[in-house]
């Protein structure tokens, strides 16, 4: 299991059911994660955010959210998600693929007018969805009926989640903004890349040089490009990257706190215990003693 999956599948399991790709976790900052940094999926997820306030980044835009508030990302979009200083934010957070509403006809109406348009990225719409509007009030009622259905699980209750959805997505075509384009970085698709290489090598050796070249950027100019997409630095990013990784294998894994540091890309130890502590304010024995 990779970062990615341990961040988004850890937390408490509501509307799961083999071979039906719909799913809602209940996560809460900074209690679950002191922040979801930056990533993509090709799944479509619903940001359903219930108490507290924060902020959902979207490529480049940082949007902010409150009790209410709905953010939907598109399949293969940058996003990260952060709760405000000192304020407890719950979400719920759905996800899944776009593929459980097709079918086989050919030439299909929602394929082609809502579908396809998602995954492309070329169905627009106001967001977030704040309330006290129609298109929330839409909204909303289509992903509270879905929960129902869900918790209820009565038979066939996957084929009301399914309506539910179709709900859900004749609002975003019913509210779209015809004509509207989101201008998207230039540079999504390297930071992608390096995002990807982060982590599939995050326990290497990894420089700026390194992350540089496999863009073909020169090492000052990926610099620049990188902490203005992402906010912070690509050092900043690969430490707290292995960081949260080892975190996880702390909680996870009997592996000595020795051996973890060396797992997750620190070849210095004392390094390690500093930097572990600045994260989560307590050295990596008392987190373990505390989670377990």
């Not at 709905?70 to 719920?92: K, N, S």
């Not at 509007?133 to 038979?155: I, K, M, Q, W």
């Not at 100019?221 to 975190?247: I, K, N, P, Q, W």
Request: with cysteine; aromatic share 14%.
């Amino acid at each position: 299991m990779n970062l990615e999956e341990y961040s988004q599948y850890k937390e408490t399991l509501l509307h799961e059911q083999p071979g039906f790709a719909y799913n809602t976790y209940l996560c809460t900052i900074p209690q679950d994660f002191t922040r979801v940094d930056l990533h993509w999926h090709e799944q479509m997820e619903i940001i359903y955010v219930k108490k507290g306030s924060g902020s959902v980044t979207v490529g480049s835009h940082k949007y902010p959210v409150e009790a209410g508030t709905i953010m939907p990302i598109l399949p293969g979009e940058l996003h990260a998600i952060d709760g405000d200083p000192g304020v407890r934010m719950e979400y719920e957070n759905i996800i899944f693929s776009l593929s459980l509403m097709d079918n086989q006809v050919e030439n299909d109406w929602a394929r082609r007018n809502i579908l396809g348009p998602l995954r492309k990225g070329n169905l627009r719409f106001d967001r977030p969805i704040h309330k006290g509007t129609p298109f929330h009030d839409e909204v909303s009622g289509a992903l509270d009926a879905a929960d129902n259905a869900c918790s209820e699980r009565s038979d066939g209750y996957s084929l009301l989640v399914r309506s539910s959805l179709f709900r859900f997505f004749y609002a975003i075509y019913a509210h779209r903004s015809p004509g509207k384009t989101e201008r998207h970085s230039q540079y999504e698709d390297a930071i992608k890349q390096v995002l990807l290489f982060v982590q599939t090598h995050f326990s290497d050796p990894i420089t700026v040089r390194d992350a540089a070249s496999l863009i073909d950027y020169s090492d000052a100019h990926f610099m620049r490009v990188f902490r203005r997409e992402t906010g912070v630095t690509f050092v900043e990013y690969l430490t707290d990257y292995r960081l949260r990784y080892a975190s996880y294998l702390l909680r996870e894994q009997p592996d000595s706190i020795g051996a973890i540091a060396s797992m997750c890309g620190f070849d210095n130890f004392s390094y390690f215990i500093r930097r572990f502590r600045r994260k989560y304010g307590m050295s990596p024995r008392e987190y373990r003693a505390r989670e377990r």
